[in-house]
């Protein structure tokens, strides 16, 4: 399997580490063309209005709408799932827009209300994943085809709706690999259908 990792900024080295140790073949992705032949896309986190702006310096945000428009696994991680989201309070700029939540950046405060938390996310089994918010967005409201993962005091913190899957904390900054397994699961099918595996 060849997942690519959107590797314009952000937290893109520790997103390849991961899906390596799951052995996939992760790689970063610049241009457009290299989307083509993937079965999966990460898109990391960092900064939503830098990599929201290099999206459409290097053209790649209709080719990711087109994919995403064809049921292709995408899993956005905090500023990743700010550029997935249909509506993003107070953003001038245009996310990609293809899941249907509504978010908002730095909801939890600045960089110094960066914080860790240990959730319940049921999904992925009894043990609590350990979750690191960085200068997190939270998930202000979801749509109907919207499945609610985790929420951490009332605040949703992890959405999946049909192949996209996004989540406000940061997954590979912990050594739990259960959050990628679980979106490789997505992709598996999707491989073992298009005959790859
Ligand atoms: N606050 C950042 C933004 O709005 C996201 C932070 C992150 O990805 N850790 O882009």
Redesign the pocket.
């Known amino acids: 399997m060849r997942i690519g990792v959107l590797a314009l900024q952000?937290a893109v080295a520790e997103h390849i580490k991961m899906l390596s140790d799951l052995n996939t073949e992760a790689m970063p992705i610049r241009f457009p063309a290299e989307l083509n032949g993937l079965d999966a896309l990460v898109i990391p986190?960092?900064?939503?209005?830098t990599i929201s702006k290099l999206l459409s310096d290097y053209n790649l945000v209709e080719p990711i709408r087109k994919l995403a428009s064809q049921n292709f696994p995408i899993f956005g991680t905090?500023?990743g799932m700010?550029l997935l989201a249909k509506k993003v309070v107070d953003f001038d700029l245009e996310p990609i827009g293809v899941m249907d939540i509504e978010v908002r950046?730095?909801a939890f405060g600045r960089q110094v209300d960066s914080f860790e938390a240990d959730l319940a996310i049921p999904t992925l089994g009894n043990g609590s994943f350990h979750g690191v918010f960085?200068?997190?967005?939270i998930i202000e409201g979801v749509g109907p085809s919207v499945e609610i993962l985790c929420q951490l005091n009332n605040v949703t913190v992890a959405v999946k709706q049909e192949k996209i899957l996004a989540c406000v904390f940061?997954p590979e900054l912990t050594g739990d690999l259960r959050f990628h397994r679980y979106f490789l699961d997505f992709v598996i099918g999707d491989a073992v259908a298009k005959g790859n595996c």
Do not use: D, K
Not at 45 to 49: A, C, K, P, R
Not at 134 to 137: G, L
């Open positions: 952000g986190g960092g900064e939503s209005t905090c500023a700010i950046r730095n960085i200068r997190a967005p940061h």
